[in-house]
Protein backbone atom coordinates (compact mmCIF):
# COMPACT_ATOMS: atom_id res chain seq x y z
CA UNK A 1 0.00 0.00 0.00
CA UNK A 2 0.91 3.51 -1.02
CA UNK A 3 -0.96 4.88 2.35
CA UNK A 4 0.90 7.52 4.30
CA UNK A 5 0.50 7.50 8.34
CA UNK A 6 -0.62 10.75 10.63
CA UNK A 7 0.56 10.92 14.01
CA UNK A 8 -1.06 11.00 16.11
CA UNK A 9 -4.05 9.43 15.60
CA UNK A 10 -6.05 11.23 18.03
CA UNK A 11 -5.47 15.14 19.54
CA UNK A 12 -7.56 16.80 22.39
CA UNK A 13 -7.24 20.29 22.92
CA UNK A 14 -7.96 23.63 24.66
CA UNK A 15 -9.42 26.73 22.73
CA UNK A 16 -6.56 28.67 22.02
CA UNK A 17 -3.82 26.48 22.14
CA UNK A 18 -1.74 25.43 18.66
CA UNK A 19 -2.59 21.74 17.67
CA UNK A 20 0.15 19.94 15.90
CA UNK A 21 -0.05 16.75 13.31
CA UNK A 22 2.44 15.06 11.64
CA UNK A 23 1.96 12.92 8.39
CA UNK A 24 4.59 10.99 6.67
CA UNK A 25 4.31 9.41 2.81
CA UNK A 26 6.17 6.72 1.01
CA UNK A 27 6.87 7.90 -2.71
CA UNK A 28 8.88 10.64 -4.11
CA UNK A 29 6.32 13.65 -4.72
CA UNK A 30 5.47 16.66 -6.84
CA UNK A 31 3.26 18.62 -3.79
CA UNK A 32 1.30 17.03 -0.59
CA UNK A 33 -1.91 18.92 0.37
CA UNK A 34 -3.71 18.54 3.93
CA UNK A 35 -7.26 18.18 3.79
CA UNK A 36 -9.85 18.59 6.86
CA UNK A 37 -13.12 16.71 7.35
CA UNK A 38 -16.25 17.33 9.68
CA UNK A 39 -17.61 13.81 10.79
CA UNK A 40 -19.71 12.29 7.91
CA UNK A 41 -19.12 15.36 5.22
CA UNK A 42 -16.69 15.55 2.53
CA UNK A 43 -13.44 16.72 2.49
CA UNK A 44 -12.41 20.25 2.15
CA UNK A 45 -9.07 21.30 0.89
CA UNK A 46 -6.77 23.61 3.10
CA UNK A 47 -3.63 24.09 1.68
CA UNK A 48 -1.00 22.59 -0.70
CA UNK A 49 2.71 22.45 -0.44
CA UNK A 50 5.02 21.82 -3.75
CA UNK A 51 8.09 19.48 -3.12
CA UNK A 52 10.84 22.60 -3.59
CA UNK A 53 8.72 24.30 -0.79
CA UNK A 54 9.91 24.38 3.06
CA UNK A 55 6.95 25.94 4.65
CA UNK A 56 3.47 27.64 4.20
CA UNK A 57 1.21 29.82 5.65
CA UNK A 58 -2.76 29.82 5.26
CA UNK A 59 -4.36 31.97 8.02
CA UNK A 60 -3.82 30.16 11.12
CA UNK A 61 -2.21 27.15 9.09
CA UNK A 62 1.36 26.77 8.92
CA UNK A 63 2.91 23.67 6.35
CA UNK A 64 6.56 22.25 6.58
CA UNK A 65 7.93 19.54 4.42
CA UNK A 66 10.79 17.49 4.72
CA UNK A 67 11.17 15.93 1.73
CA UNK A 68 14.50 14.00 3.06
CA UNK A 69 12.73 12.36 5.56
CA UNK A 70 9.55 12.10 3.73
CA UNK A 71 7.21 13.92 6.17
CA UNK A 72 5.07 17.13 6.78
CA UNK A 73 3.64 18.88 9.82
CA UNK A 74 0.68 20.89 9.93
CA UNK A 75 0.40 23.49 12.80
CA UNK A 76 -3.26 25.07 13.26
CA UNK A 77 -2.76 28.37 15.63
CA UNK A 78 -4.76 29.76 18.40
CA UNK A 79 -7.33 26.27 17.74
CA UNK A 80 -11.23 27.19 18.31
CA UNK A 81 -14.06 24.76 18.56
CA UNK A 82 -14.83 25.04 14.88
CA UNK A 83 -11.43 23.20 13.64
CA UNK A 84 -12.97 20.24 15.69
CA UNK A 85 -12.22 17.68 12.76
CA UNK A 86 -10.53 14.95 11.17
CA UNK A 87 -7.30 16.11 8.94
CA UNK A 88 -5.69 14.07 6.45
CA UNK A 89 -2.56 14.70 4.43
CA UNK A 90 -2.73 13.47 0.59
CA UNK A 91 -0.20 12.92 -2.19
CA UNK A 92 -0.75 12.05 -5.71
CA UNK A 93 0.22 8.75 -6.77
CA UNK A 94 0.90 9.18 -10.49
CA UNK A 95 0.30 5.30 -11.47
CA UNK A 96 -3.13 6.05 -10.68
CA UNK A 97 -4.39 8.07 -12.54
CA UNK A 98 -2.91 10.88 -10.26
CA UNK A 99 -5.32 9.59 -7.63
CA UNK A 100 -4.61 11.50 -3.76
CA UNK A 101 -3.41 8.49 -1.77
CA UNK A 102 -4.62 9.55 1.89
CA UNK A 103 -2.94 8.39 5.18
CA UNK A 104 -5.45 7.37 8.22
CA UNK A 105 -5.95 10.92 9.35
CA UNK A 106 -5.93 12.73 12.69
CA UNK A 107 -9.06 13.59 14.53
CA UNK A 108 -8.83 16.75 16.40
CA UNK A 109 -10.92 17.55 19.32
CA UNK A 110 -10.86 21.56 20.57
CA UNK A 111 -13.05 22.20 23.74
CA UNK A 112 -14.19 25.44 24.74
CA UNK B 1 -21.83 27.27 -8.72
CA UNK B 2 -20.14 24.45 -9.87
CA UNK B 3 -19.41 21.32 -7.89
CA UNK B 4 -20.09 17.45 -7.27
CA UNK B 5 -23.47 16.35 -5.80
CA UNK B 6 -23.77 12.57 -4.61
CA UNK B 7 -26.65 10.68 -4.18
CA UNK B 8 -28.41 9.85 -2.14
CA UNK B 9 -26.96 11.03 1.28
CA UNK B 10 -28.25 7.69 3.05
CA UNK B 11 -28.66 4.06 1.43
CA UNK B 12 -29.97 1.13 3.21
CA UNK B 13 -29.01 -2.16 1.09
CA UNK B 14 -30.64 -5.51 1.83
CA UNK B 15 -28.11 -8.92 1.27
CA UNK B 16 -27.36 -9.71 -1.90
CA UNK B 17 -28.50 -7.05 -3.87
CA UNK B 18 -26.85 -4.71 -5.67
CA UNK B 19 -27.01 -0.64 -5.30
CA UNK B 20 -25.51 1.98 -7.47
CA UNK B 21 -24.26 5.97 -5.82
CA UNK B 22 -24.57 8.68 -8.20
CA UNK B 23 -22.16 11.24 -8.58
CA UNK B 24 -22.42 14.69 -10.88
CA UNK B 25 -19.82 16.87 -11.44
CA UNK B 26 -20.60 20.05 -13.18
CA UNK B 27 -16.75 21.20 -12.90
CA UNK B 28 -15.61 19.76 -16.62
CA UNK B 29 -13.16 18.15 -14.69
CA UNK B 30 -11.78 14.61 -16.53
CA UNK B 31 -10.64 12.85 -13.65
CA UNK B 32 -12.96 11.40 -11.40
CA UNK B 33 -12.11 8.82 -8.77
CA UNK B 34 -14.14 6.48 -5.57
CA UNK B 35 -12.89 5.67 -2.51
CA UNK B 36 -14.04 4.15 0.20
CA UNK B 37 -13.87 5.36 3.92
CA UNK B 38 -14.29 2.83 6.97
CA UNK B 39 -13.34 4.21 10.84
CA UNK B 40 -9.77 4.44 11.20
CA UNK B 41 -8.63 3.22 7.58
CA UNK B 42 -8.89 7.17 5.96
CA UNK B 43 -9.85 6.83 2.18
CA UNK B 44 -8.76 3.90 0.04
CA UNK B 45 -9.13 4.36 -3.84
CA UNK B 46 -12.06 1.73 -5.47
CA UNK B 47 -11.59 3.04 -9.46
CA UNK B 48 -10.35 5.86 -11.30
CA UNK B 49 -11.32 7.34 -14.61
CA UNK B 50 -8.98 9.93 -16.31
CA UNK B 51 -11.70 10.13 -19.25
CA UNK B 52 -14.75 9.26 -20.67
CA UNK B 53 -15.53 5.66 -21.49
CA UNK B 54 -12.07 4.48 -19.38
CA UNK B 55 -11.62 3.53 -16.03
CA UNK B 56 -9.15 1.64 -14.05
CA UNK B 57 -9.20 -0.36 -10.70
CA UNK B 58 -8.09 1.13 -7.24
CA UNK B 59 -6.54 -0.58 -4.52
CA UNK B 60 -9.82 -2.04 -3.49
CA UNK B 61 -12.36 -3.12 -6.46
CA UNK B 62 -13.01 -5.91 -5.57
CA UNK B 63 -17.00 -6.04 -5.53
CA UNK B 64 -17.76 -3.02 -7.36
CA UNK B 65 -18.41 -1.58 -10.83
CA UNK B 66 -18.11 1.52 -12.87
CA UNK B 67 -19.13 3.18 -15.66
CA UNK B 68 -17.89 6.70 -17.47
CA UNK B 69 -20.61 6.85 -20.55
CA UNK B 70 -20.59 11.31 -19.86
CA UNK B 71 -17.83 13.48 -18.83
CA UNK B 72 -19.97 14.65 -15.66
CA UNK B 73 -21.16 11.44 -14.22
CA UNK B 74 -19.29 8.26 -12.81
CA UNK B 75 -21.62 6.31 -10.88
CA UNK B 76 -20.11 3.29 -8.62
CA UNK B 77 -22.17 -0.04 -8.50
CA UNK B 78 -21.92 -2.07 -5.03
CA UNK B 79 -22.18 -5.42 -6.21
CA UNK B 80 -23.45 -8.57 -4.19
CA UNK B 81 -19.89 -9.54 -4.34
CA UNK B 82 -18.72 -6.80 -2.08
CA UNK B 83 -18.74 -8.95 1.19
CA UNK B 84 -18.34 -5.91 3.86
CA UNK B 85 -19.71 -2.55 1.98
CA UNK B 86 -21.29 -0.91 5.01
CA UNK B 87 -18.98 2.43 4.76
CA UNK B 88 -18.79 5.94 3.63
CA UNK B 89 -18.32 6.43 -0.05
CA UNK B 90 -17.19 9.96 -1.30
CA UNK B 91 -16.51 10.81 -4.92
CA UNK B 92 -14.02 12.89 -6.21
CA UNK B 93 -13.16 15.10 -9.16
CA UNK B 94 -9.56 16.73 -10.64
CA UNK B 95 -8.12 19.17 -12.95
CA UNK B 96 -4.39 19.51 -12.41
CA UNK B 97 -3.99 19.38 -8.66
CA UNK B 98 -6.84 20.49 -7.93
CA UNK B 99 -9.50 18.17 -6.34
CA UNK B 100 -12.48 18.66 -5.41
CA UNK B 101 -14.98 16.07 -3.31
CA UNK B 102 -18.50 15.22 -2.91
CA UNK B 103 -20.10 15.25 0.33
CA UNK B 104 -20.40 11.40 0.21
CA UNK B 105 -23.30 8.48 0.42
CA UNK B 106 -23.11 6.57 3.96
CA UNK B 107 -24.10 2.53 2.45
CA UNK B 108 -25.57 0.40 5.52
CA UNK B 109 -26.10 -2.84 4.65
CA UNK B 110 -29.62 -4.26 6.87
Known sequence: SQQGEEDPQALSIQEGENATMNCSYKTSINNLQWYRQNSGRGLVHLILIRSNEREKHSGRLRVTLDTSKKSSSLLITASRAADTASYFCATVFTQAGTALIFGKGTTLSVSS | ?110
Not at chain 2, 15 to 40: F, I, K
Not at chain 2, 59 to 65: F, M, V
Open chain 2, 1 to 110: DGGITQSPKYLFRKEGQNVTLSCEQNLNHDAMYWYRQDPGQGLRLIYYSQIVNDFQKGDIAEGYSVSREKKESFPLTVTSAQKNPTAFYLCASRREYGYTFGSGTRLTVV
